[in-house]
């Protein structure tokens, strides 16, 4: 009798295949669902040195580094050394931060500029971040940074000259709203293009190394970002070339209109990107000032002393629109901000001065008129340049100027073609 070898047997009926598209715990009319994410109690992530191994601290790429806890005490290894003054000066940001968005919001749906975005839920980001740079660093940053600027005393009128793009314009209308630059205070101009610059940032970090330079670079995505391939284009050069760097990942659960999870695939996390690359990766409670300021205090300093880049995910939420182009509604609960368990960053802060004795009720509502009646002043002179419908606009003639060292003849002809 002869012995049938396995691929002469009558085959079985194959499996259906069938194609996996990720889930949101919830959709719009259900109910709030975040129980995903993990949340370690605040102060009991461990601190590591700044020159560990990174194959040593693995595991906080899976963990959540918090200093808050919900009584507003700051405990554990990662409370910073900030005084009350730096602490309210951090809380007057982001204040301003959430004022200036409300103007701005506003201005918009009144027809002053054609575009604006918030960063409601995400202000301890940027501008707990910013303090902890020194004076030449190099932030490369998406739409939703402007505390990076805030935190540094940019002018307000400038930002708002900007979103107007009238005549005061410090970009001369070249950039679509919210897309501010300014060498001077660390922000490269932002790419409407997403994820180009984290390799840009990486790049530029390189050469700060090859100069010998003292300064180094901050790289910013969302988490939706993430899925391009610049981002691990930039990977590779950061951790082969140990780039002077921070790459940061803002993950605020929502793309324009998937949730996270697209985009993280199946890595878990969006920290445990950096692991692959040996590069040592953080995760932090993004809705903690103080948490926050530690990480990027530690992961600033590894760069500052030549030992390569790092990796952190900001753990957020993206309370409001993704613009005032988009309606969050139609792929999220309505209500589904309230249930967000790290609550919200600008009162987390506010309760933890409060608790220590440097703050309170009624001086934080007199702070928040008082940085009102400044914004709408900012606003008030802004607008006396002109909005998107009315007023003085950017001359013609920025077109051709700083662009060119000698301009080609084909620009020459047509500068002189309409008189500018």
């Known amino acids: 009798m002869s012995r049938q070898t396995p691929s002469s047997q009558t085959p079985s009926s194959p499996t259906p295949l069938h194609f996996h598209v990720p889930e949101p715990a919830s959709r719009p009319g259900g109910k709030p669902d975040f129980s995903n994410v993990v949340i370690p109690e605040a102060g009991s992530v461990r601190r590591p040195p700044v020159d560990v191994d990174p194959k040593e601290i693995r595991d906080l790429a899976y963990s959540i580094i918090r200093v808050l806890d919900r009584d507003g005490q700051a405990v554990g290894p990662w409370v910073p050394e900030l005084g009350h003054d730096e602490l309210i000066r951090g809380l007057r940001h982001m204040m301003t931060l959430r004022s ?47 505390g990076l600027l805030i935190a540094h005393d940019y002018p ?59 300064r180094i670079a901050a790289a910013w995505v969302g988490d939706g970002s993430t899925a391009e391939s610049d981002f691990h284009a930039a990977l590779v050069f950061a951790s082969t070339y140990k780039a002077p760097i921070v790459l940061n990942v803002v993950n605020n659960q929502w793309a324009i209109s998937t949730f996270q999870g697209i985009a993280r695939g199946g890595s878990g996390t969006f920290a445990a990107r950096g692991l692959g690359f040996g590069i040592p990766a953080l995760r932090v409670d993004g809705n903690d000032y103080l948490a926050v300021y530690a990480v990027a205090q530690w992961a600033v300093e590894r760069a500052r002393r030549n030992l390569g880049p790092t990796l952190v995910e900001y753990v957020t939420y993206r309370a409001g629109a993704h613009s005032t182009s988009d309606d969050p509604s139609a792929y999220r609960p309505k209500h589904e901000s309230d249930g967000w368990p790290l609550g919200d960053p600008l ?74």
């Open 347 to 420: 009162i987390r802060l506010k309760n933890h001065l409060i608790a220590a004795g440097a703050w309170s009720e009624e001086r934080h509502k007199q702070t928040e008129a008082e940085i009102l009646e400044t914004v709408i002043a900012a606003q008030k002179e802004a607008e006396s340049f002109g909005t998107l419908h009315s007023g003085s606009k950017p001359s013609a003639r920025d077109m051709f100027e700083d662009v060119y060292a000698e301009l080609p003849p084909h620009l020459r002809r047509q500068r002189q073609q309409i008189g500018v």
């Open 100 to 146: 200036f968005d409300a103007r701005m919001q506003m201005a918009q749906r009144q027809g002053k500029t054609s575009f604006y975005m918030q960063h409601t839920g995400e202000e301890a980001v940027s501008c707990a971040f910013r303090i902890a740079l020194s004076p030449g660093d190099m932030n490369f940053p998406t739409y939703r940074q402007a």
């Open 156 to 214: 307000l009128v400038d930002m708002m000259c900007q979103i107007y793009s009238n005549e005061r314009d410090p970009l001369k209308g070249r950039q679509l709203p919210v897309m501010y630059s300014s060498k001077e205070h660390g922000f490269f101009s932002i790419s409407g293009n997403l994820t180009t610059q984290f390799v840009q940032a990486v790049g530029w970090a390189m050469a700060s190394a090859i100069k010998g330079d003292t």
